[in-house]
């Protein structure tokens, strides 16, 4: 047996979803009102491979690869279903996961309504019972899994001890992976569960470039987030912004495949900036450069924060990124419209505006949104352990006054993370008639804003007329069986 790694992770990770970023959230879903087949050549279809090798691979997954071929290792990233032509040569197989049992927040949502088991859950099933994968772990191959769902694994010890996974590990991984790796090569048992601790977290020096391209030419522009929020698992670690050759070329690597770029940031107006308040003339100078460069780009996660406390900057960036796009895409944690609840889980949030003022940051943060082109994909979360009747009441208030703001607002069942970790899962079977009310004006608000949206992601495509009828379909489908269950 050589010393070779492979690299993978699950069909729904592996995926470009039809190049655009939010459609990928579709795994989050379990089996609904369409085939299976259909669901997943619209929401997670194949990536184009050559000889079983992506074309692009998920940024996580390329960041620990460029580590360990920096290390000197022997190094391969394989497409899930290509496995078989390569893992006879491997001693190493490292799995990247996101929420590899279906239990973070967005896909746990979705399965308690619908109680089935999402997609994402299924097909990280579907590989780790690969009868390759289990004939090579027969014969000692050892499994390595990294990536931001590893927390799930705690709750499910009998599938790790079942499927022969060797070391988990969790956090920013690229100061430990050689070690761990060379461990596993040296038939030293890894330990089973490794927490990087901040000591090892890496410096802005410490982070390799990927040598490959990644998914939708994700680039990560910097890590950390000093809001603090208490359900996140954001750790406190200080902001680290990359300069902008670092940046560049990473861009350079990853648009080897063409197209637009997505900036990923936990808030990408804070590019540059100490503390909450952006930093004009470092964001303005990152947009000029990567436009330049670019066919396009979006943002990952953006703060209403920022946008509300800045909008003449704002204004400018969107008219930088719209001279080559008709709008723009970003993640948005609305969570709650109460400042009360605000005040208790998220103090911080609103910075430099106070936790009191949120609803209105919110208000003012999302009509400039709207106003520049930049479709909000947002969340709320629903059951925090101090909610309130008073809170939800203020929450179903703030949806009325954003109805006209083109967005997605997705409600998501409270999941234990973060400082909250010790707390409770929100079930199912405490939802009131408060969150139900909430939820269905969630559903209403997106069924409204669904039909522009899916006109403007297809805008300007050539494959316009083939994909877009069917995103239709699904889109008529879920009316009518909306309208069947009564709900007006
Ligand atoms: S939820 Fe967002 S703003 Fe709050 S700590 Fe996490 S990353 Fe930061």
């Not at 809001?227 to 406190?236: A, E, I, Q, Y």
């Not at 106070?354 to 949104?369: A, D, N, T």
């Amino acid at each position: 047996m050589s010393d070779k790694i492979l690299l993978t992770a699950d069909r729904t990770l592996t995926s470009d979803y039809h190049h655009n970023e939010f459609i990928g959230f579709g795994a989050c879903a379990p089996p609904n009102v369409i085939p299976d087949w259909l669901y997943k050549w619209l929401f997670f279809p194949p990536i184009k491979t050559k000889d079983g090798i992506p074309v692009a691979a998920p940024y996580g997954l390329r960041k620990i690869e460029a580590q360990l071929l920096n290390e000197g290792f022997d190094v391969l990233t394989v497409d899930p279903d290509h496995l078989g032509k390569y893992i006879d040569e491997a001693k190493i197989l490292g799995i990247h996961v996101m929420d590899p049992f279906g239990i973070g927040p967005a896909s746990s949502t979705f399965a308690a309504i619908l109680k089935k088991e999402p997609f994402l859950a299924q097909y990280f099933h579907i590989l780790m019972n690969k009868p390759e994968i289990r004939k090579a772990k027969r014969r000692g191959l050892k499994i390595i899994v990294g990536g931001p769902g590893v927390w799930q694994f705690k709750y499910r010890p009998e599938f790790v001890k079942e499927h022969g996974i060797d070391c988990i590990i969790a956090g920013e991984a690229e100061k430990v992976v050689g070690k761990i790796f060379r461990a596993a090569l040296n038939d030293d048992d890894p330990p089973q569960y490794y927490e990087v601790p901040i000591k090892e977290t890496p410096s802005l020096e410490e982070i390799p470039e990927i040598v490959a391209p990644s998914i939708n030419n994700l680039i990560e522009i910097g890590r950390g987030c000093c809001r603090g929020c208490k359900f996140c698992s954001v750790t406190l670690r200080p902001l680290r912004w990359y300069p902008y050759e670092k940046i560049l070329r990473e861009i350079d690597v990853t648009m080897r495949n063409k197209g637009g770029v997505c900036l990923h940031a936990e808030d990408v107006m804070l590019y540059g900036s100490k503390n909450t308040i952006p930093n004009d003339e470092k964001l303005l100078k990152l947009h000029e450069l990567v436009v330049k460069k670019c066919d396009g780009m979006g943002w990952s996660h953006c703060s209403l924060a920022t946008v509300a406390a800045k909008p003449k900057l704002f204004s400018k960036i969107a008219e930088i990124i719209l001279q080559k796009q008709p709008w723009w895409g970003a993640e948005i944690g609305i969570e709650t419209g109460s400042p009360k609840l605000a005040e208790k889980i998220m103090p911080a949030k609103a910075h430099p505006f106070k936790p009191e003022e949120w609803p209105e940051v919110v208000r003012s943060g999302m009509g400039l949104m709207h106003d520049n082109k930049l479709i909000p994909a947002c969340t709320l979360i629903v059951g925090v352990p101090e909610e309130t009747e008073e809170d939800l009441i203020k929450t179903i208030e703030l949806m009325d006054d954003l109805k006209d703001v083109r967005s997605l607002i997705v409600p998501l069942f409270f999941v234990p993370m973060g400082r909250l970790k010790n707390e409770d899962w929100f079930k199912e079977a405490e939802v009131n008639e408060l969150h139900q009310e909430l939820l269905i004006k969630c559903l209403k608000h997106d069924l409204y804003w669904i039909d522009n949206l899916i006109d403007l992601s297809f805008s300007g495509k050539w494959y316009k007329y083939l994909l877009k009828p069917f995103y239709r379909l699904f889109v008529e489908i879920i009316r009518y069986k909306v309208k069947k269950a009564g709900i007006k």
